[in-house]
């Protein structure tokens, strides 16, 4: 297997890192009571792919490096994972937690059962339930390994069945489910089911998975199918547009309403993640951009993990920003807000990486690497 780098991968994972940045600054905008609607579905509808694709975007880099004919060193494997994922998870969880009891004097979160509880649900800061899933699809990466090799045989038959039963446990879990137990546990542990239950990712995990592994014939399979597949993105597009202004406009829904219920696992949802990573990994395949926009999409992939990490408290200061200074989340100040995010999130990657360089402690513990001094002496 040819282990070539794949610009299409991070390209992928910087956009998609523009679109958790957008679905964030979609739930500021909500501060004006009279919130552009339309400019609310960009932020929060358009960029509904974005923390599923990051699914199918790392399962494709595990198994890109796979030889699914060898013995799994599991021991070796979950060793770098750790590094790579549950150190940086726990650092930024407890600069959260410390940030929150600053802020407000709160002590409560460090009482131990509640630490545990944020530490082992995500919820020490409202993205870092992704990094909990992603622990625990490493974690079950010797099932995964089971489940893709007969997939590879016949792939389209054994996904498209996989798809439909994706979205029949996705619409189970998001609008029949309810935590109406008896028992405590029970009830905490399906209220917070969205921050751990990798059964919601399965179908797109499992897709970047195949994909990886039949990379030639996936490629092949785009080409020949690339009218379609535009086809399905823009009518899935519409789909959880019309979707979405149906709850507005015909069920009388808040927009955060309808975006909660118009979300990435409904069955819309899920068909327009699998059609977007398709469109996407097929333009940025076989698309040339000019050299400008290939290094910008290059910077964005680069810096994700950092940006991700760090921007929900970039937001939290510029939102203390706009408040002080009168002004009300406008479109032009929602557009603004998220410019300046991602800006400021990037120079703080940047910053990190340099500071990296003489402190190797700092980028492991932020970003789970510590880099190549001789390298980066290279490129620079």
């Known amino acids: 297997m040819s282990h070539q780098r794949i610009h299409a991968i991070e390209y992928i994972r910087g956009i998609s890192m523009l679109g958790v940045i957008g679905i964030h600054t979609g739930a500021y905008s909500l501060a004006n009571p009279y919130v552009n609607v339309h400019l609310f579905a960009l932020l929060e509808i358009f960029t509904r792919f974005s923390v599923p694709i990051f699914f199918f975007v790392s399962a494709f880099g595990l198994f890109r490096n796979q030889d699914l004919s060898q013995k799994l060193d599991y021991l070796n494997f979950m060793k770098r994972r750790i590094k790579t994922v549950f150190v940086p998870y726990v650092v930024w969880s407890l600069i959260y937690l410390l940030h929150y009891t600053w802020i407000s004097g709160d002590t409560a979160p460090w009482a131990t059962t509640t630490l545990l509880k944020y530490l082992v649900f995500g919820l020490a800061s409202y993205q870092l339930y992704f990094l909990v899933i992603l622990l625990w699809f490493y974690s079950l990466m010797p099932l995964w390994r089971i489940i893709v090799r007969p997939i590879t045989a016949a792939p389209l038959t054994y996904l498209g069945i996989m798809l439909v039963l994706q979205i029949a446990f996705n619409y189970y879990s998001s609008y029949v489910l309810t935590p109406h137990f008896t028992n405590h546990y029970m009830n905490l542990a399906v209220q917070h089911r969205l921050s751990y239950w990798v059964i919601h990712y399965i179908f797109i995990f499992i897709l970047g998975a195949v994909s990886a592994v039949c990379y030639d014939q996936f490629l092949r399979t785009l080409k020949k199918y690339h009218q379609i597949i535009h086809g399905a993105f823009f009518v899935s597009l519409a789909g959880m547009l019309l979707f979405y202004y149906f709850l507005l406009y015909a069920k009388g829904y808040t927009p955060e309403q309808a975006v909660n219920t118009a979300h990435q696992l409904s069955p819309i949802g899920v068909l327009y993640t699998l059609t977007a990573t398709l469109f996407f990994f097929y333009q940025f395949t076989t698309y040339q951009f000019s050299e400008g926009f290939s290094n910008l999409l290059e910077a964005l992939g680069k810096y994700s993990y950092s940006v991700y990490l760090v921007h929900p408290l970039v937001m939290y200061y510029l939102v203390i920003y706009i408040t002080n200074t009168g002004k009300l989340m406008t479109a032009t100040v929602t557009l603004t807000f ?43």
């Open 338 to 380: 998220f410019i300046f995010t991602v800006v400021l999130s990037m120079s703080f990657a940047k910053l990190v990486e340099k500071i990296a360089l003489f402190i190797p402690l700092i980028g492991l513990l932020l970003n789970g690497s510590t880099p190549n001094r001789s390298k980066h002496k290279q490129v620079a």
